[in-house]
């Protein structure tokens, strides 16, 4: 039964410490059954892609309000294809300005959530776009 | 009549009242909700509320004068008749010369104070050219890597004048060190200088991430602080105790007063076993709390703080200064509460939060700017935040006497109700053995983050209504033109000027002083002086911090979800 259960990465990137958004949706997507492991604050792109690995996860989920995204998450989506695990669904959600969205995208997250987001919407985005056969 | 007969009275007048007038209307139209409660704790609310809610208050005990114990109506005599509060916008971002733009501009428009915010890097201790630094330079902030960097950010700025307040925790010895010697060489003298260093590290763990070291070190540096402060800056307030990263990382109301407190408790508690008499440190505490949109409720938990406080300062901690019962705040509106959806709303939605500040008398504030949802203010943004404290303090006639809403059946129930809940927090949090414990066993972060799940839950059920989020949408959302973005070069930028600060200064003599550090660190010597010395030197930030990090340790949180 377990093994049949969404995997979801939450992470943290860079320096930025407010976890609220990212704490709020690990309990909603655990709430909706999925399995969910957070990365704590402060994790490099290194280290989420070896933490996506090692728990065998099929989404990695960021959160950043630093203003670092278009540095930090293209590089998990880079690291990840070097690991042979494109297969991974990558999102990322926090205070993104609209402008920066179809470069993310082109980088390969595939989509970008941003303030005032459901935590249902995201719930049904994973569940109808992952990638891996469950 | 006697007191008792009348209150008799009026219990009597009030049940006549649910059961005629009342039944009579609610059997030809319902109210809107089965039940009402303050929207951010279970706290049901009367219909109405009348001297009986206040038969157990008394009014010399409770609520009192302004200015004298226990303080419920204000620190000062006067207040906003005497003098405005500040008014301070938190500001910062990319280079010291932008950043130091943006602070003249505000100062041109009227703001009274000044309010630092560095970038990331700056506030966990790595200089710029750091590889964690990567991509985050110059972004939430102003990137300060040594005294050079600082000179540059209060360039043309009279220190003597406008008070500073610096939003900085982890590394604060090493900031405040490059304030005090900056001033000196702008010529003010160090018991000259005005302001505030946040230095509130519990917080940090509990709710907003730039921590550093672990708690015993951290406490210690903490402790550093205050000391030099007392001895050397009269004027400087050494903390700034801080309930608003609580209450936008999730907290209600009850838990941002309860947690800051007991935060403030385990402060005063580490200075008193450093050896320091109370009253030698206890007025320069400051504190910092979130005004948000429920109104009355915040204007009740400001005047809450003041009333708790005083008590602990007086009866725990036997302070005998009045000045060191005085509970002095600043408050900035919630961040949390502003939307992406129709940002002009959020115009609205401070101005609320900006009365709830002014009511619940504070010495300071900062108006969120519309566009926080989406980017760091611009600066028409800024401008209009700002001229939203203008227009209160000078329009809606509010400050014209003091703690007006006083005496209300329902503030001072809800005052009343506010405290009894906040010391049965800081009870458990006692009987734990303190806030440092109740945070390195994820306590305090765990009911944060309970709080935050359960209000967004109440969004999505459409309990809590957000306007523009989950109703009153608009199908086509307009976008917001001119935000601010910070240049990706400033990284570069900042880097180039941090090597080719190395090169001129003198290295041999840096790396002295931060041997010297590096002793002290091991020891128990007070290490502000050796702070002060080593960035005279133009030692940096990063430098400062490593030395400290190999003789502290990291610090290494519990994740708890």
Known sequence: MSENRIRVLVAKPGLDGHDRGAKVIARALRDAGMEVIYTGLRQTPEQIVSAAIQEDVDVVAMSLLSGAHNHLFPRVVELLKKKNAEDVLVIGGGIIPEEDIPYLKEKGISEIFTPGTYTGSVVEYIRNNIKRKL | ?561
Not at chain 2, 64 to 72: K, L, N, R, S, V
Not at chain 2, 342 to 359: E, K, S
Not at chain 2, 363 to 375: G, K, M, V, W
Not at chain 2, 468 to 485: A, D, H, I, P
């Open chain 2, 1 to 561: 009549m006697l007191e008792k007969e009348k209150l008799q009275k009026i219990r009597k007048s009030e049940d006549n009242w649910e059961k005629e007038t009342v039944q009579e209307a609610l059997a030809k139209f319902k109210e809107r909700q089965e039940a009402f409660s303050y929207k951010s704790d279970d706290f049901l609310l009367d219909r109405i509320y009348t001297p009986l809610a206040l038969r157990n208050l008394d009014y010399e005990r409770d609520i009192g004068f302004p200015g004298e114990y226990p303080f419920t109506r204000g620190v000062q005599p006067t207040m906003y008749r005497g003098k405005l509060w500040t008014m301070r916008q938190y500001a910062g971002f990319g280079t010291a010369e932008e950043s130091n733009r943006r602070y003249k501009y505000l100062l041109e428009k009227g703001q009274t104070g000044l309010s630092v915010a560095f970038d990331l890097p700056t506030q966990i201790g790595y200089d710029s050219d750091d590889p964690f630094a990567e991509g985050e330079v110059g972004r939430v902030g102003v990137a300060i890597d040594s005294l050079a960097d600082m000179e540059v950010l209060f360039k043309d700025i009279p220190l003597d004048k406008v008070s500073t307040s610096m939003t900085i925790n982890a590394p604060a010895a090493i900031l405040l060190a490059m304030y005090i010697v900056m001033a000196e060489k702008q010529g003010v003298r160090i018991e000259q200088l005005r302001g505030t260093i946040q230095n509130d590290i519990l917080k940090e763990y509990a709710a907003r991430g730039t921590y550093i070291f672990p708690p015993k070190p951290s406490m210690r540096l903490i402790t550093n602080i205050f000391e030099y402060c007392s001895r050397n800056m009269p004027k400087w307030n050494s903390i700034s105790v801080s309930g608003y990263h609580i209450r936008e990382a999730g907290a209600t109301a009850v838990q941002e007063l309860a947690f800051t407190i007991a935060n403030g408790i385990a402060y005063v508690e580490a200075a008193i076993k450093a050896g320091m008499d109370v009253d030698d440190f206890a007025g320069r505490i400051s504190f910092f709390f979130n005004a948000h949109n429920d109104l009355l409720e915040e204007v009740a938990k400001f005047r809450a703080a003041r009333k708790i406080w005083a008590k602990i300062m007086r009866e725990r901690f036997e302070a005998k200064n009045p000045r060191s019962w005085k509970l002095r705040f600043h408050t900035q509106t919630a961040g949390s509460t502003l939307t992406a959806q129709q940002p002009d709303n959020n115009i609205v939605r401070v101005t609320i939060q900006t009365l709830a500040a002014v009511f619940g008398g504070t010495q300071s504030l900062h108006t969120n700017s519309r566009d926080e949802a989406l980017a760091l203010p611009s600066e028409e943004s800024a401008r209009l935040a700002l001229r939203t404290q203008q227009i209160v303090a000078y329009e809606s006639g509010i400050t014209e006497i003091v703690d007006p809403l006083a005496g209300s059946y329902y503030i001072e129930r809800l005052t009343l109700e506010i405290e009894e809940r906040v010391n049965a927090y800081i009870k458990k949090i006692d009987a734990m053995g303190g806030a440092v414990r109740a945070i390195e066993n994820g306590y305090i972060q765990k009911e944060i983050a309970d709080s935050a799940y359960t209000y967004q839950k109440e969004i999505e059920a459409g309990k809590r209504i957000v306007v523009g989020v989950n109703k009153f949408q608009e199908e086509e959302e307009t976008t917001m033109e001119g935000l601010l973005r910070v240049d990706p070069a400033v990284g570069e930028e900042q880097v180039k000027r941090l090597l080719k600060l190395k090169e001129s200064r003198d290295n041999v003599a840096v790396q002295n002083k931060l041997a010297d550090l590096r002793k002290a660190a091991q020891g128990e010597e007070n290490l502000m002086p050796y702070i002060l010395e080593a960035v005279r030197l133009y030692a940096t930030e990063g430098e400062i911090c490593n030395v400290l990090r190999e003789v502290f340790g990291k610090y290494r949180p519990v994740e708890i979800l």
